[in-house]
């Protein structure tokens, strides 16, 4: 055991009951939180999946896909037409 956990067993052990529960709650709020990522970020995927694609293949998406895309996908009429 670390010198950290040794006083915090020491610490721990002279707290009155009612404190016990304050910390065991905080210590279970602590393991509930979200541990940052090891590898990257959705957007550095993205980005490395996206420098793979050759230029000449962005030569058939459309500039207003992401606008138009219900006219792209389910072929409705486009709105800014």
Request: hydrophobic share 30%; net charge negative.
């Amino acid at each position: 055991m670390n010198d950290l956990k040794r006083e915090l067993d020491r610490r721990v052990d002279r707290l009155p009951e009612e404190h016990l529960r304050e910390v065991l709650d905080f210590a279970r709020s602590l393991a509930r939180k979200k541990k940052p990522p090891d590898g990257p970020s959705v957007e550095e995927e993205i980005e490395t999946i996206v420098q793979k694609v050759p230029d000449d293949a962005w030569k058939g998406v459309p500039a207003d896909g992401a606008e138009e895309h219900d006219h792209y996908i389910y072929g409705t009429p486009k709105r800014n037409a």
